[in-house]
């Protein structure tokens, strides 16, 4: 990823700092004491030292691609960067912030606070990954506007840093609460016949993969012949669908509507059952596994958000 160029300045510790150097200036000229004046040159000469070091230390750093993992309202949003060292030393202490911009119907630049996980080290010529977190705000869909790597190695007395254009979208997903029972369920299949993927069913042919699905049940001796990819099906009365309708809980106030939606789809991912989605005029077509969740809490994160659409 392309970087800007290194900016320097002053870290807050100047604010006790440079009272000190002042002070022991007063204290040179006044008592004409030349170990002080060796102290304060010597002090002074590291500062001004420190500021090439600082520098030094992030010059041949690159980041070369940033990950965004989604997160309920409430959590962590945990931040993936890849970095890698290919100068000749060693890249110690460092941080970083962020500038983000939400997507509504207001813009609005938030400040830019340090990210949590900070203080890296990567070796000369080598390459890591830095996992970062920093708190989950309302539900919607934000946008990572840029990511600031910072380091004031080895005095802290100056912050070198750069900015990486992100310019990538995430989604907070409304927080899953509410009753764990199920609204309706109705039996899967053709005619009424229930599906099932469950092991401990009767075996009832295969049908193809769909993207997304869980790789548990993929016919892999059937694959390692050279046939498609084809998952197991098993008859019984396990297998069933679920319809999921946001206007069906006109009672409740769309937060908590949305939130009892998304305990509904994560529980349905965990127990493997199929379910279709309902949000006013959005529909998503019955589905299950990682993908079809992903789909479901996205549309749940935005619904009702810079459109006048009503969920009832």
């Known amino acids: 990823m392309k970087r800007e160029k290194i900016r320097l300045r002053p870290t807050g510790l100047w604010l006790l700092f440079g009272p000190i150097l002042g002070c022991m200036w007063l204290a040179a000229v006044n008592y004409s004491n030349n170990l002080v004046y060796a ?56 941080f970083f912030a962020r500038r983000r911009e939400e997507i509504s119907l207001r813009r609005r ?20 990954t830095v996992e970062v977190t920093f708190p989950a705000g309302r539900r919607g869909m934000y946008r990572f506007e840029s990511l600031f790597v910072r380091t ?65 049940h993929v016919d892999w001796k059937a694959y390692a012949r050279g046939r498609p990819l084809s998952v197991k099906q098993f008859t019984g009365g396990e297998g069933n669908e679920l ?38 005029r959005t529909t998503l077509p019955l589905g299950k596994g990682p993908a079809q969740s992903k789909r479901s809490l996205e549309a749940l994160a935005v619904a009702g958000m810079g459109t006048e659409e009503k969920l009832s």
């Open 39 to 94: 102290i304060l040159y010597l002090v002074g000469s590291l500062s001004f030292i420190s500021i090439f070091h600082t520098w030094r230390n992030v010059a041949s750093l690159e980041v070369e691609h940033i990950r965004i993992n989604p997160a309920f309202a409430g959590e962590k949003v945990q931040v993936k960067i890849h970095l890698r060292n290919p100068g000749k030393r060693p890249v110690y202490e460092l």
């Open 109 to 128: 630049f938030l400040p830019l606070p340090m990210l949590e996980g900070g203080g890296a080290r990567i070796d000369a010529g080598d390459a890591r």
């Open 152 to 216: 004031s190695y080895p005095f802290g007395l100056f912050w070198a840093s750069f900015r990486v254009p992100v310019e990538t979208d995430y989604f907070i997903y409304p927080k899953p609460k509410g009753h764990e029972a199920w609204p309706d369920l109705h039996p899967s299949g053709e005619g009424g016949q229930p599906f099932s993927t469950r092991p401990g069913d009767d075996f009832a042919g295969v049908r193809p993969y769909g993207p997304g699905e869980s790789l548990r």
């Open 243 to 280: 319809w999921l309708d946001a206007s069906e809980m006109s009672h409740l106030p769309l937060e908590d509507r949305l939130s009892q939606l998304a305990l509904w789809i994560v529980n349905a991912e965990k127990e493997e059952i199929s379910y279709a989605l309902k949000l006013g």
